[in-house]
């Protein structure tokens, strides 16, 4: 029968024979959800690492999920190894970056496009505060080649929470997926969000003076 023996099975009654001595369950489960993990991985690429690494370290966040899952306490396995996923990779691009001292503009664009759907019409962090911030198109345009010293400013004025949630910003994640990420509440990210938009948006304007 091999997994096959598992999938009419819910998530909360794996892990349950999971903890009563199945143990190949574990690898059932990792099966199932490797393409979460990979598109977790893909999504996250644009802060940089090696895609194949990303993967690798989603994986381990996926074993910790079905390890430490809480079927009293937490919400649904998907939700809950979403979340360990997204933190893992989160967490050794971070820890990378501080290894290599890796400024922002290796890995922060305001031209990047923050759309992980090849369908949809390309996307960039530009664009959405042009549009959600009133301001025309003309009033955003920035000559590229200077988008070096405009992204060490922006650097050079955010946060650390700031630089963390725009990270996380720009992958196309949600405020509450972020506070997930960051073990933050809602209402601080979503202000997180809106200071750094304000921020980023008065850069933009100084340099067009």
Do not use: W
Not at 124 to 137: F, K, R, V
Request: with cysteine.
């Amino acid at each position: 029968m091999g997994a096959d023996k598992y999938s009419e099975l819910s998530d909360v009654e794996l892990i349950v024979r999971l903890r009563e001595g199945q143990t190949d369950i574990t690898d059932y489960i990792m099966e199932k959800y490797k393409d979460l993990v990979k598109n977790k991985a893909r999504s996250m690429y644009i802060l940089g690492a090696d895609n194949d690494d990303l993967i690798q370290e989603g994986m381990i966040g996926l074993f910790k999920a079905i390890r430490d899952y809480d079927t009293g306490r937490d919400a649904s396995f998907y939700t809950f190894a979403e979340l360990c996923i997204s933190r893992q990779i989160f967490t050794a691009v971070q820890a990378s970056r501080r290894q290599k001292h890796i400024p922002l503009n290796n890995y922060i664009s305001l031209y990047k496009n923050t759309s992980d759907n090849a369908d949809e019409d390309e996307k960039y962090l530009i664009d959405s505060l042009s549009a959600e911030g009133g301001m025309s198109p003309e009033e955003m345009i920035i000559d590229r080649e200077n988008v070096d010293i405009l992204e060490q400013q922006i650097e050079e004025s955010l946060s650390q929470f700031e630089k963390q949630v725009l990270d996380l910003y720009i992958t196309g994640m949600s405020y509450v997926q972020i506070a997930r990420v960051l073990g933050k509440d809602e209402k601080s990210t979503d202000n997180a969000i809106q200071r750094l938009k304000i921020k980023i948006k008065r850069i933009i304007l100084k340099n067009n003076c």
